[in-house]
């Protein structure tokens, strides 16, 4: 409990420390903050405080601050990098993007000529590549520098184990060959695994090359300007300008529209526009003759493009890679006497003949001109080594002269309008021709052509009141179909194989026959020959076939026999030649329905092919074969019909 001595030194106390002006000290032990004294202003209202200090301490603290946050900001960027760099380092992590492929080649090559190519590979990731396995590809048309005869598509080399930071260099040589200007590819391909990785990765790159010039100059020279129906020659020349043989080589000319091929030397090898060459020497030529005769109208322009190059490997006549092509054009003018010619209803170029049928022919004439033509005259001149100059007749009052193979038409043979045809007056004559039979002369003719040459002659007056002759002359080639025949026949006395069963055949008992399936083929060769006919339900398929490495085949599903027998030569069948055949063997088994009747044994027997002279199709159906045996010279005729 507090004394009264005490209550009254509090009192004190709390006075001195309330009073403006204390003098009153307290002595107690208050530890010092500063050795520093700071005088207060014993009346301190109204007077101004100072802040001086505070703004210096103030200033000094948030500089700090911002010092600290800097380096803390900094830290964790540093560290966050850090792991960026730890969990996704692309040079940590393996990638195809840190493979590189190069391929060193020249810009430019020369044909025939070898050139290096060097490939690179660097391996930048961390990280080895297994297993790693080159492969070059070449492109199309590139050669073995080694053995240029030999075709170069792709090389392929083991690299094994590429190190992290390691190139591997690959060196080799090939012959570009293409056309001038033409840009050619070589690839590079390797395929590698990743350590401690099962996959299978690849990376590609490619370079071009140009070629600088062809390896076969072409040239093709003609007339610039010639008359609708002129006669005209086109001349070819292939020159090799490599150091290597060329092998394969085809050169094929497309025609324009109008032109009508008259012949050439040498002679194509397919149709009428394509030559085989074969190999090509350094330095060697090919040159080619090609005539014919170019119809069209006033100021047209007309094209041939020729082109050279390696032959396709399927279909054996058509370029696959080219070497050179040149276009070569010329211009129509319109003729003074305008001739159209058409063979059996046919234009110039697409007539055909056919043996044991007439050939018609049909001549128009016309005045080009703004003034008459006085004495006309008309000639068709018809040759050919296949042509029945006993079959060659003229209408309009024609006559023809066998000695010279020509037919006239004036008007001193009776046809008055070719006294004078005033301008633009027009008219027509007509002719007729047949072909020999293609055994004539117990010679075969191959490739058989009928050549009719028009020409069209007159007088006119010139500018200067002088008479002076025109002509026109168009000619047309009429190729001849060749004559084929399907032969079919059924036996069983005769043939290659010894046949079983009844004789006459007898309803539900098995009876072999033979069937011989036989092709003659007279003047042109025959391609993709095939022959197909339909079993009907009653008949079976033996399995047996003479000659057995004939193409026959029999299709279950459909009940179809077919037989391809391909090429089919000229004169198969003629002239001492046997005729392409087939034998093979055939079960009857008949039906009640059928007792009395012969039954036919195959259905729909069509046989098809290709003239390879008038590419032209040929198909024909063949005769029916049945039990009837009307072939088999040793069957009896009282033995064919089916009994009970």
């Not at 309330?18 to 301190?44: A, C, F, G």
């Not at 007077?47 to 900001?73: C, M, N, P, Q």
């Not at 079959?391 to 001193?412: C, H, L, P, R």
Request: aromatic share 8%; glycine share 8%; net charge neutral.
């Amino acid at each position: 409990m507090d004394t009264e001595y005490d209550r009254d030194r509090g009192e004190q106390l709390k006075r001195g420390l309330y009073k403006p002006n204390n003098e009153h000290k307290l002595e107690r032990n208050i530890p010092k903050l500063s050795q520093s004294r700071i005088d207060v202003e014993s009346d301190w209202r109204g007077t101004e405080i100072d802040g001086s200090h505070e703004k210096r301490i103030y200033a000094w603290t948030t500089g700090l601050a911002k010092k600290l946050l800097f380096v803390a900001l900094l830290a964790i960027f540093g560290s966050g990098s850090y792991l960026l760099y730890q969990y996704f380092d692309p040079l940590e992590q393996p990638s195809d993007k840190n493979i590189v492929v190069t391929i060193d080649t020249p810009v430019a090559v020369t044909p025939g000529v070898p050139q290096e190519i060097v490939i690179q590979v660097t391996n930048n990731n961390r990280v080895p590549l297994d297993y790693a396995n080159l492969t070059v590809i070449f492109p199309q048309g590139s050669r073995d520098s080694g053995d240029a005869s030999k075709d170069l598509r792709e090389q392929q080399k083991v690299l094994g184990i590429i190190q992290p930071g390691e190139t591997v260099e690959y060196k080799t040589r090939t012959i570009f060959l293409g056309e001038e200007g033409e840009e050619k590819i070589v690839g590079a391909k390797i395929e590698y695994r990743f350590e401690r990785m099962n996959s299978t990765f690849t990376k590609d790159s490619e370079r071009p090359v140009r070629m600088l010039s062809a390896p076969i100059n072409l040239t093709v020279t003609t007339l610039k300007e010639v008359n609708a129906g002129q006669q005209i020659e086109v001349s070819v020349n292939a020159v090799s300008n490599t150091v290597i043989p060329l092998r394969d080589i085809f050169i094929k000319m497309e025609y324009p529209q109008g032109f009508i091929y008259g012949g050439a030397e040498p002679k194509p090898s397919f149709g009428n526009n394509i030559w085989r060459v074969g190999t090509l020497t350094p330095s060697s030529k090919f040159p080619i003759k090609i005539q014919g005769v170019l119809g069209g109208v006033d100021a047209d322009k007309r094209v041939f493009r020729t082109m050279v190059g390696v032959g396709s490997d399927k279909t054996e006549r058509d370029i696959a890679i080219l070497y050179g092509q040149a276009i070569t054009e010329l211009s129509v003018k319109r003729p003074f006497i305008g001739i159209g010619l058409t063979i059996n209803d046919k234009p110039a170029g697409d007539a055909l003949a056919y043996y044991g049928k007439k050939s018609k022919g049909v001549v128009t004439f016309k005045n080009n001109l703004s003034s008459p033509i006085t004495n006309a005259q008309i000639e068709v001149r018809i040759t050919g080594v296949a042509l029945n100059r006993s079959s060659v007749s003229a209408s309009n009052e024609g006559f023809y002269q066998s000695i010279d193979k020509t037919i006239y038409w004036k008007s001193s043979t009776g046809n008055t309008v070719l006294a004078e045809l005033s301008a633009g007056e027009s008219g027509t004559v007509e002719f007729s021709f047949e072909p020999l039979p293609p055994d004539s002369g117990n010679k075969l003719i191959t490739n058989p052509i009928i050549t009719a040459e028009v020409t069209v002659r007159g007088r006119r007056m010139s500018e200067s009141n002088v008479p002076e002759e025109i002509k026109t002359v168009v000619a047309q080639n009429v190729k001849i179909v060749s004559d084929v025949q399907f032969v079919t026949r059924s036996l069983y006395y005769s043939g290659p194989f010894i046949n079983s069963g009844p004789i006459p055949p007898k309803v539900e008992v098995d009876t072999t026959y033979t069937v011989i399936w036989g092709v003659v083929n007279s003047s042109n060769g025959l391609s993709s020959a095939r022959v197909r006919g339909i079993l009907p339900t009653y008949m079976q398929w033996y399995g047996s076939v003479s000659p057995s490495k004939e193409k026959i085949f029999y299709n279950k599903s459909t009940n179809e026999i077919i037989w391809e027998p391909g090429e089919i030569p000229a004169g198969t069948g003629l002239g001492g030649m046997p005729p392409k055949e087939v034998a093979f063997q055939l079960v009857l088994t008949p039906s009640i329905s059928q007792v009395s009747s012969a039954p036919s044994f195959i259905s729909n027997q069509v046989f098809t092919a290709v003239d390879s002279f008038t590419n032209t199709e040929v198909s024909i159906k063949g005769r029916e074969v049945s039990s009837y045996l009307s072939t088999d010279p040793l069957a009896p005729l009282e033995n064919r019909l089916v009994v009970p």
